[in-house]
Each structure stands twice: as C-alpha cells, then as structure tokens.
C-alpha cells in the first residue's frame, strides 16, 4: 500500500496543477535527511511514544473505555497528541518498515477504537471530564482540532498501510460532526483550525463528498464574529476577504493550508486571491529569515508588519511547520517555485531546529538570539510541537518531486533515487549531491525506453549563478524559478546542474527595527548563526563582521553531525568596557575594539551543545 | 503655607542626609520650565479637571454622598485620578498662586469629605459597587493605592496650602486601616504599591507614628506571597531580599519609592541594600536611554536584564515618573549625584514625552521608534499617566536644590531665583543659564552677610569636560559628581561653570540586542529622535549615521516650541530596492545608498507635528 503514502493527495483534484508522489517512491541516499529519518524510527518514535504513556496520555483513551481509572490526564487537547504521533509513526513506514514502529502502532490502535461513543463521537476530555458538554466551547477547548488529527492519522495510516481501523473511526466521528455542524445545523467553526485540510484528505480518502462540503463550510463560517471574532482565532473577516496572516500563527497558517486544499477541489478565485495576499504579507512582512513564523509570545501570534524581535521571537516549531504544509499545497495548486522557496526557508532552518541532534529533544519556541537559556526539552505540557516535527520528516521524501501533465517537478535536492510514474511510464531519477552543503547536482533520468517529457528543474533564489547542462547543451538557468528541459530522455541521460552556494551575507528590510544595520549570514538554503562555543574570541554579541572580507565554507561537525561552518572574521567589543554600563558615550568606547576571527554554524544545529550565547544577526563592523 | 511646600519632607528624617527646599522657595524664568508650567495651570490642569467631571470620576463620589444617581462609571481605581489631580493642583500653587485652580480645588474637596463613610473608608466603586465587600481582593482592586493618592493629595494641599479638610479625611481612613491591617489582623499588602510613601508622608506630616509602623508593615508583609506571590505584583520575596526591578514597572518603582521613605525614617540597612542592587540592576540592565522603565506589554513590566525593544517599549509614562520618585528620594538618603543622573535622564526624556507641547495630550507609552502610529490622546480609561504628569511637573521646581549639613546642593539647573535658608540665614541663589540647551552657568550666591558653606554643584555624568570658576580659583571638575565649593559666601559672589556639551553619539551595551551595532545621539540631558517631518532625504528608519562625522547643534523650533536640534551626515538606503522583499543578499543591495544629512530633535517633543516614522537608535553607517 506504501504507493499511496501521498501527504496530500491532489491525484485527482481539478484545480491542483500538480501531484504530488508517495513518500516510499524516494529512497534517501544523502547524509542530510537521511540519517534524521533512521533516528526518526530509532529514537524519536519510541521515546515520544514512551512519553505519551508515562503522561496519560494513551491512559485517558484506556479510561473512557473503563480499561483503566482514575481522572483525565493533561490538558484537554492532548488526544491529538497521539493522533500526531500515529500520522508521524504511518509515514515512518512508507520511508522505511519497522517492526517495532508498526507494533506500537498497533498497539495504541484499539486504544482508541475503544474509547469512540456509540455515536461515533470521540474526545478523551469530554468523554472523561466535560460530559454532556460537547460543542459548547468551540472557541477554546480544541474539539474539532483533536478530530481533524484523528483523521489526518487515519488518512496515513490508511495510505500507507492498508488499514482500515483508524479510518472506520475517523468516518464514524465525521459523519457525527456532519449531522451536527453545518448551514441550517450548529453554525460555528473550531477556534483551532485543523479540521478543514483533515476533512479534504478524508474526502480524498473515502470518496464521501459530504466531508469536503463539510470542510467547506467549516472555512466559509469563520469570520462571522460566531466565536469572539477575534484575529487571534482568524475570525475577525470572512477567509475570502483576509489580506493579512494574524493572530496565533499555527491556527493562522493551518487554517491556509485548508483553504488551499479546499481550492485544489472546489477551484474557487476568491480563496486563492486571500492566500495570495496572506502570502504576499507573510513573505514581504512577517517571516524571519529561518522561515520561523509568528513573532509574538502574547497569543503565540503573527505581530505587526515588520514586527520581528529577534531574542524575544515566538517563531514556534509548530508554525513553521504549518507554513511548510501550506507552502506545499500552495506550490501544488500552482507549481511555482516561490513556494518552494519559502517551504525550504522553513525546512532547513526554523523547523528543523525545532528538534535536537539527538532525536529527542525539542524547541517549542525557537529565538533568533539567546544568552545561552533556551534549551531544548524532552517533552512539554503542551506537546504539539514534538509530534509534529516527527510527522515533518518523513514528508520531506515526498516534498522532493511533483508530477504535472508537462512533466516532473524537481523540488529539492537530496542524493537519492526515486521510481515515478509518468503517465504509465516508470522513470527513475538518481540525484547525486551533497546538497545542502555543495550546489553540484547530478540528475539521471533512467527509463526502459526512450520517452518525452519535460524536467523542471528548480533554481533556488539564494542561488547567485546556476547552469543547467545536459547532453552538451546549457541551459539558462534563472534563480527563484524552475527551469524546463524539454527533451526525449534515454536510458541514462545525465543533467549537470551547478547552483552556486556562496556564503553571502544577507540584509533585512530597514522597517525591522532590530535588525537595522545588521547582517545575517546564509549559504545555499543554510541560514547561520554564531553560537558561543565556536567563538572562544569573544561573546558572539559582541562580535561585527566585516562585510568587506570575504567568508569561507569549511567543514566541522557539530555533535558529530557533519555540517559545513562558515567562517568570516569582524571585530569585537571589549565587554570589560561595559561592566556596570548600559549606555556609554561613543567616545568613551570607539577605540575598544579588537579584530577577531568568527565561525558561523547551521542555525538548526545550535544548542546541542554547551549553552551560551547565539545570534543570528550580526552587528556590521 | 507655601514655604512648607516640601515634596518628600525629610526635613526631620534621621536616616536622610538631606533637606528638599520647598516648591515656592524657586522661581523659575527659564524658558523650559516655566512655560510649561504656567501652560499646567492654563491649559493642562482645567482640561484634566473637565475630563475628570465628564468621564464621571467625580460624579462617582457625589454618587456616594447621594447627591446623583446612576452607576458607579469608570474603572475601579479611577478616585486616584481626582487625587493625583489634586497633588497636582495643590503643588502648582505653590509654583504660582491660580485662583481659578484654587477654585477647583475647592470645588472638588467637599465632593470628597462628603462621600466617605461614617467609619473612615473612602473608595467610591466599593462603596457603589462592591458593597460589603471591602479589602477582600487586595490583590487587584487598588483600594490601599487608591488610599495612597488620597493621602499625598490631603499631604500636598495641607502643605501648601494650609488647608486640613482633606488632611483630616486622610488621618479617618488611615486610623481605619490602622485597625483592620498589622501584624496580628489583616496581614496582606495591596497589589499596586503607592501607600507606602503615602503613609510615610502622612506620618512626616501628622506626627502620628502608627502611620509610619503601618508603612512598615506594608512593606514587610510583601513578598509572603499572600497575594498570590507573582513578582509582577513584587510578591515573590520579601523586600529586602530583592535583587531585581520585576514585574509591573509603575508597582515596582512605587515600592521602592516607598522603601526609601521608611529608610529615611527607620534607617534599617537591609532596606537600603535591596535598594542599592535594584538600582544597579535597574540602572545597568533595564532603563531605557530615555530613562523610560518596563520594557513589555505583557504585564506592563520589567523585561529580562537587557530586554529592550524599541518600537515595542512599553515605558509607561507613570514608570518614568515613578523612577523620578525614587530617584529624588535616593538622592535625599545619600546625597549622591548618580542619583540625579538618572532622575534628570527620565526627566527630561521619558517623562516629559509624556505630556504633548499643547499641554492637553499624553503618552501612556513611549516607544523608541514608531512608524507614525502612535499619537498623543486626550485622556484614557485608565487614565494615570495624565495627572501624574500634572504633579510631577511643579515638583521640578523642588528638586533645583537640597539641603545638607554642610551647605546647599544644586543639582538641576534653570535660570531662576531661589531663596532658600541654611542654618537660619537666608541665601538667595540666582542661575542664569539656558540649560538644557546650553551647558554655560552662573550662579550668583546673594546673602546679606558672609557665610561659610559649602556649595556641591552637580557635575552631571553626560559631561566630557567641566571646569568651575570661583573668584578666580578654578576648581576640578569630575562628571557624575558633587563639586564642592567651600569658602566663605560674600554679598554677590558668582560661581561660573562651564559643562561642555557636545552632541554625541551614544552606543548601547552589546547585550541589547536591538540596538547592536546603533547609535543614538544625546546632547547635555537630552536624549535625541530622528523624526520623519524634520528628514525629507530619507525614511528616518532608513538612514544610517555616520559616526565619523561631526554632530552640529542648531536652534530650530518644534510646534513652536524653541529647541536645539541636532545635525548630522549619514547614508540612507533607497527604500525603492526594498519593494516585494522582506531579505536580500548583501550583494544586491550594498551599493544603494545615498549620502544624507539628518536633524534630530530632543525625544521629549516628538509626535506634535505630522505623524510619521520616529527612531531614537539609528543605524552606524
């Protein structure tokens, strides 16, 4: 069933210019990902599920069932928690089978097959603690959240292995929530969006129209003031008339990802015209550099326009997250590298550092500067973000090609080979490359007989300079776009595509207030950061770098993870100067500064080693 | 009366080492000071009072006595406003007798004495609205700082005028919560701080001890977390166990405002301890360059040590105030001048921002760049920061001088007059000078015969280079000092000093990570903004300084107010290259910029003429 692992599966959507291939149709050779997927089976799956026993969080589904006793555990929402965890565990297995991973899948399974009500009805905390109280609180207790998880594991699961348990539930409960809510029914949405990309897949999965309907209209009854009408909760304006991304960054950005799925069926302008203001706004305004999404601790919110504080960033795990799900769904529905390049921004950079070098350590929130207090833990109370880097991970084989009516879609670029279909005809792609780290990419296209196709080659828009060359020609090779190689391809046919990947520094709109007159420091999809044990010389926010020198790429490893550092060399502000003094005349301090050597490492890769001091944005000497 | 016009009277205080003058002992004829405060009691002062009758605040103690109907209107604490609005009107009068302000303060002193109950309480929402329901949430109901406001009005009317209705309102209450409060009966403090210094003053003032041992009690039952033991309400330790300016920036500086009046009366090292580390702690770590405090929304607070955004600052106006409050009375205790230092800095910056040049516009916050959103208002809800702006500014007046054993401190200076009396003889010091636009002072020692004193001029800490004439003697000079001048005092002997007063650049400690690799200008006291009317070239956020050229100082005039501006040359990069990106590679953008000068005008007087772009850190070209 593995050839169904499809995250989001536009197969037959009308209005999805692309398809999207299964998770198991790549298979990783790269020292990149890889490795990350081995541990993914290996360390962070078995711990997270160890986790989510030891805090009951697989007791309170026992505990509706009268399996076990006691009281409700945790916080009202944890139930998706462990949805999270199955959907990660599902597309695990469509990277690689494990016994072991497929064992506790199906262990936890008629845990929850268990704890469904008659009427198909299925929350932990409301069975437990808020009986009789279902749906009178959309706004706050995360009801259809949990659902739209559910089904979203259900949907894995279903993809992935066959089975059909998960779904049986997920369909009982939706058609549930389909006699309640709806025009004429209960007319309120979920303060949590969620439900809305689950119930699309459901439908997808199933073939029920109702349930996109249903995820119809949950989109279409949000903005009506029906739960407070906050922008925290993007119920401030009808979806179709939003122009900004507001309030809590993750509901804001799932919220997105279900419009666009909504649109890849339904085909409506209206719902492409918002998300392409939002993302005008997100990416012209409300982004950091590491793709970290939301800059505001009060609410876990998007702030104002250019509102990006750098040591006091929210920019949670979870939110990139969301925005690398709707980057993907938007890039389906249009096969425009811009998305790519956003979705990218966020992989390599602020959602990847939601999870440790370890496999089982983890950031909820995820600073762009730090005085060496922000560490990653094992667990949270509230533990969205875990599970759901885990769900990331395995996406990431299905993010690198996409198939449209032209041809294939090269997305990104890892060492590996894929099996695709092409309108019947398999192909193989053999990427060879050390990519992130090096912009020489090898492509062969294997086919038992010569065929026709195009190949859309992306070019990222961190590249300065690419050429794409094949069977003697080059091709043009234009940054921030895909670039089309239409031929008749042999058996082995090779394309060279060489993306430049200097260190470069970067620089942000003079209207961020705190990173006026700063430079950050980026090579190929890379965004760096100084972290305070490389830089015995000084205290890394002490440190300005001469733009005027050149950087140099050298390899170094971090925690034993090969990575490749970059170093560049600045001056230093003496801190002896600035004992107990805040401000000081310029004079006072001009001359106290001393050239110094600066190393710079992969911004996902800091804290998994001694605290202290990181930053992102330099000062510029 | 007016010569008992004594802000915080540590006249027999054992543990202060000085004296304060009396308000009326100055007259100001400067033109800084004294039109603002001729404007406070043309313009600021009957606008507060017509606001404070049309938002009901007075109506709600009329409502009390039963003299109208209706609701109580309003927040709860909303008395405090016709208090503070009292102290301020009381103490104008010693500045400058207004028979119309007298007026409404008559007016308004019968609405008050008819309004508190037969057994001493005063609080009109308790007394509307939560009947029977008196001292039961301490924690958030501002009943005792309500009382507090009570208190320094009745204090500063009786002072200055002589007059005991309110006095006597004051001591009923205050007997009253001498019976419920005290070890042994209700052992909770208030949520907001203000009675403290209150009852301090009302001790100096009636004589009666049981107030000063209630104030030590407030003091000493904080901390105990029996108000829920949160350090925004300063609850997590004891007093004299802080090391650390938390939580709610106003509450906070209020207590130790209220610590240094229990240690000028008790004298208890402990207290002066706690003080001195938040004081360093503030001082070193969390004060605005404008002297502004708080740094978050959240809370109204503290941030952590070097969190400082700019456009995000919150720096309440009454936090600025609140710190001038400590200030002046640290300086009391010990006579040093670093405590000057700072009370100047958040005097002439983040309080007076705080108040519009119309005289009837305010600043609840005061962020150090906007981009021409924030405006000045009317009035508030909750509208603290207005009155406390009302009362801090005939204050001024008092803190020229003070008082020692040894002679007389001058510690701000202002072309005026002023007659002060040391040991029984009269001295008049005459200032003639333009400060804070000019750094050149004479001031002229007139007594009717010689005197031996010493006279300590302040030499303040912003000051490259001072130098003091005295009959041809000079004398050394070291900024962030007291020079102490001590001969025998002739008829007219004239003291010339000379503080240099360059405009400079001031950088910050590089652990604010906003302002790394920024600047800011200051010249004398005053803390400078680049605001966009006066900067046609370039966005005001867009121009970078630079730094190797010379700041000029020229006169100019902001909404008709004469001030000195300061120029400068600096580079701006084109916003037009900015269009559609939030980043960009260095490369792309580097060679885009412009050579510009810029003129900043002081910080105080910002946002009085066309709302635009406004930054207090510029970018280092």
Redesign the interface.
Known sequence: MAERSIVVDTTKSPHAKLRPIPISAVKLRDRFWQPRLADLQEVTLPTQYELLEQTGRIDNFRRVAGKVGGEFRGLYFNDSDVYKWIEAAAWSLAVQYNAKVAELINKVIPEIEAAQDEDGYLNTFFSLERKGQRWTNLRDMHELYCAGHLFQAAVAHHRVNGDERLLKVSTRFADLIDKVFGWGKKEEPDGHPEVEMALVELYRETGERRYLDLARFFVDVRGHKRIGGSPYHQDHKPFRELDEVTGHAVRALYLNAGGADLYAEIGDETLMLAMQRMW?NL???R?Y?TGGCGAR??GEAF?RDY?L????AYAETCAAIANILWQWRMFLLTGEARFIDVLERSLFNGALSGIGLDGRSYFYVNPL?D?GRHRRQPWFECACCPPNIARLLPMVQSFLYAISDEGIFVNLYAESAATLNFKGVPITLVQRNDYPWDGEIELQVQTEKPINFALMLRIPN?C?KATVKVGGQTVDAEPGTFVTVQREWKRTDTVHLSLDMPA???????????N?????I?RGPIVYCLEQVDNPEA?V??I?AR?DRPLTAIPKSVANLPIIAVQGEGVA?E?RH?E????????S??THVRPVRFTAIPYFAWANRDAGPM?V????A
């Open positions: 005008r990416t012209e305004k982004i550099v601790y009060e702030g509102e504080p750098n040591e006091r500067a005085r961190w300065p470069e520094f970067v620089v942000c709109h003079p209207f961020v207030e705190p006026g007159g700063r430079i950050a980026q205290d926010w002490c300005a733009t502000v801190l600035w107990n003094s805040l401000y000081q005349p310029l004079r301090i001009a930053t944005w330099l000062q510029r």
